[in-house]
């Protein structure tokens, strides 16, 4: 099971969080073992969860970022947040609309 309902524990004591961002990259790997053995080649065995961090936007140009063992607040934190979020967006245009909005 994948998504961001799916209870995944990825080899430790705590299950992946319910987030989008798991359920991302669960749905990347998904569609590289569907297109591996469409292929007849050999799938990846295992998901491997990469944790980039955890931010929310708290107000007009001001978020919080926990990336590592690194925190951030204020402004900073919000550049944070907006340069990793244009950089889930697939199309340009996308990046373009949202960067104006």
């Known amino acids: 099971m994948i998504g961001d309902m799916a209870s995944y524990q990825n080899g430790t ?3 992946l969080p319910g987030l989008a ?3 991302m990259q669960q749905g990347k790997f998904v569609a590289r073992v569907i297109s591996e053995r469409c292929r007849g080649g ?3 065995t295992t998901f491997v969860y990469r944790d980039r961090g955890s931010m929310a936007v708290i107000g007009r140009c ?3 970022a926990q990336l ?3 925190q951030f607040s204020g402004f ?3 550049l944070i947040w907006v340069s990793i979020h244009l950089i ?3 199309q340009f245009r996308n990046r373009m609309i949202v960067t104006f909005q």
Request: avoid cysteine; charge should be neutral.
């Open 88 to 90: 889930e967006i697939i």
């Open 62 to 64: 001001s978020a919080i």
């Open 68 to 70: 590592g063992h690194r």
């Open 76 to 78: 900073f934190a919000w």
């Open 42 to 44: 050999q799938p990846p």
């Open 21 to 23: 961002p798991v359920a």
């Open 13 to 15: 004591e705590r299950p």
